[in-house]
Structure formats: structure tokens, C-alpha cells
DNA sequence: TATAATTACTTACATAAAGTAACTAACTGA
DNA sequence: TCAGTTAGTTACTTTATGTAAGTAATTATA
């Protein structure tokens, strides 16, 4: 019945972007590099799952991370030429959600 | 902390499409009107969450359920004008894919 | 000197989501 | 009456996520 198998780098993508959070992270460091308590506090994920998916993220080469040996430590996440090329898919989501979303969902 | 506030309608947006399987139904559905059974097979997911899926995107009004009473019965699910709409977003999730995905991920 | 503060995490535990496999309902054809 | 078909549902297990406290490294403060 596997009619219509789907492209398995398709899938790959849709398998990234469908995690919780992961999309929300890229579209936060869209405007710039963060550091992990300000993507935390802005999105209101968990840290444990926030360096989850950080780590994971670089492991795919979308985030970097970089250390800066201040006081106290500043780490500063950042995207990747790969990270940044997933703007356009963004910008779509944002449109939609624009044209077709309430603007009070559940008051 | 709560610097950049983000737009409730994107975060909306992307709550449903970061919900696992839902951006792949959405993409089988693409591609005209499919059956539970169809679905299921071709994509991999379980009977118990494709059933939710269906249901939550109905409700979104992003899919529509239709009942043809043949023998045995048969149930079509397809995309809504709302639905359809997020096909830019799919095709900028697949140029991506195709661009930045190695061919082969895992041998 | 001890205590507190800061950042970037990790750990242990609790709850929610997803997977598995068997089951049901409604119908028909053998 | 029994088997077959589709579209689910149910009970149970495994995995993912949330919560809250803890850690390490460093400096500032009482």
C-alpha cells in the first residue's frame, strides 16, 4: 500500500522542523545571535529541553555555538548558512498565519 | 527577560505544524484527497495518532472528512482552502531540504 | 571568610504524548 | 454463519517533555 513514498530528504526536514520547539528556536535566532537564558525566558521552553534541542541543532550544523570566557561566561547561539537559508519557510508561516489565524485565539 | 515578544498568530502557526506528523499529513494531502487506511500505510504512522491528527486538523479547518457510504464505507480526507494555503511553506521546506540534506543520512 | 549572585547547564522525578497490538462496528459476499 | 473490508477505538508500554532542584565556575558583597 506504500503508494507514494515520500522523499526521504523531505521527510528528514519535516522530521526536524516537526519537533517541539525546534522552529521557535530558529525563528528566535533569526533576528541575531541569543544566549541560552534569553531564548528560555522569551519562549518560555524548559532548559532541559532548550540544550536539547541547541545541541542537537548544531549536531545538524543549523545552530553554532560560541563561547566568550567573560564573567560570568557568555555563550552566544547562533545560525548557520544552513540555519539562515530556512528564512523563506519562515517568512510562509508567518504569511499564513497572518492571513488565516485569528488574531484572539482563545481570549 | 521577555525581550522579543513573539506574534501569538506565528506561534500559533507553528505549535500546529511542530506537532509530529501533522506537516506530513498535510503534505500527503497535497497531492488530492487520501484515505485513513492510505495514509497510514504510505506515511508510517500509527492508527491511534493519525486519528487525533485528522480530528485536531479538522477542527483547525485545515482538512475535511468525507463520507461516501459505498460498501465498504469509504472516508476522504483532504485539504481545506486554508489547508492548500500552507503549500508555499511546504515547497520552501522542500528547496531547503534539497539543498542543504546529504542524499544518503543514515546507510 | 562566608554568602550571595550570575550563567549555563544537568539530574531526578512526574506527567503527557506517541507507539503497539488487539478489538469493535457496520456492512457484504461466500 | 464465517471471513473480509474499512475506519476507527481501547488498554497498555515506551518515549518525550515539564518541573524543580542541584552543579561548576567565577566575582561581588557583608
Known amino acids: 500500500m506504500d503508494q507514494s513514498a515520500i522523499c526521504p530528504r523531505f521527510e528528514k526536514a519535516m522530521s ?3 519537533q517541539r520547539w525546534t522552529g521557535l528556536v530558529i525563528y528566535q535566532l533569526l533576528t541575531g545571535p541569543k544566549r541560552f537564558c534569553s531564548l528560555e525566558s522569551s519562549m518560555g521552553i524548559s532548559g532541559r529541553v532548550l540544550s536539547d534541542r541547541l545541541k542537537e541543532l548544531e549536531n545538524q550544523d543549523i545552530v553554532k555555538r560560541e563561547v566568550y570566557p567573560e564573567t560570568p561566561v557568555r555563550i552566544e ?6 540555519g539562515r537559508a530556512l528564512e523563506p519557510m519562515m517568512k510562509e508561516i508567518e504569511k499564513w498565519s497572518q492571513t488565516w489565524l485569528p ?3 482563545t481570549p
Open 16 to 18: 526536524i522542523m516537526s
Open 77 to 82: 547561539y547562533s545560525l548557520t548558512e544552513k
Open 103 to 105: 488574531v484572539e485565539p
